[in-house]
């Protein structure tokens, strides 16, 4: 099983909304990332956990808080979001242990009004 | 900087002939490389991989080459069929680092012409 998945599929939101998004794998891969895509972009990433501590944070904005609570499930939480903030999010999880291969989950397609 | 590149934003193939991507990268600390398929608004999907002590990976029609004295790398599918037409990623990591980051090239667009 390679499988990532994530929800919601789709998620539209005003700027003063709290909202969160779920992703959960279940490879026993320990680490997780969170990552934003742009049209026409590579994904970009936002956060990496390993071993559920956040390892990196690429200076994302306060507004996206990430949040790992075991080993198989990891959100992210949104508030205060801007327009720009729009985008399709992808979850990626992968092993450390002699197979790096980094699974996505199909993503969350964030729209914010 | 952009430590891994993607030149050719895209490219076109007749169906049933090869198509070569190519990636090229800057840190010679990158150790393990993959490619990835896309399809607008959907997750990328894992292809195949590479580990630097390889040269070459080959998983039924797609097959990898790692250049790393070039610091290049290519992906080969041949033969092309048109559901490949997608945007494919290559992503490199340095395994050593304990940070488990991996840095995207641009990508190139595939079109495969039946």
């Known amino acids: 099983d390679t499988e990532v998945t994530q929800t919601p599929k789709h998620l539209v939101m005003g700027m003063t909304n709290k909202k969160s998004l779920k992703c959960e794998q279940h490879?026993?891969?320990?680490?997780m990332y969170w990552y934003k895509q742009k049209a026409k972009k590579p994904p970009e990433l936002m956060f990496v956990y390993s071993y559920e501590k956040l390892s990196i944070n690429e200076s994302v904005p306060s507004r996206f808080s990430p949040e790992c609570p075991n080993s198989s499930l990891l959100n992210l939480h949104l508030h205060a979001l801007q327009p720009e903030d729009s985008a399709l999010y992808l979850c990626a999880s992968s092993d450390d242990q002699g197979s790096y291969e980094q699974y996505f989950g199909p993503g969350t397609r964030l729209t914010v009004t | 900087d952009q430590q891994v590149k993607q030149n050719s934003p895209s490219l076109s193939v007749q169906e049933g002939r090869i198509s070569i991507l190519n990636c090229d990268y800057t840190n010679s600390m990158f150790d393990y490389f993959l490619w990835y398929k896309k399809y607008p608004a959907e997750g990328p999907t894992f292809l195949i991989s590479i580990s630097s002590i390889k040269d070459k990976n080959e998983d039924g029609r797609f097959t990898v080459f790692l250049n790393k004295s070039a610091k290049h790398l290519s992906l080969h599918i041949v033969p092309s069929q048109p559901g490949d037409s997608a945007v494919y990623f290559c992503a490199a990591s340095d395994t050593t680092s304990g940070t488990y980051k991996y840095i995207f090239g641009t990508g190139t667009r595939l079109k495969v012409l039946a």
């Open positions: 490879m026993g891969h320990r680490a």
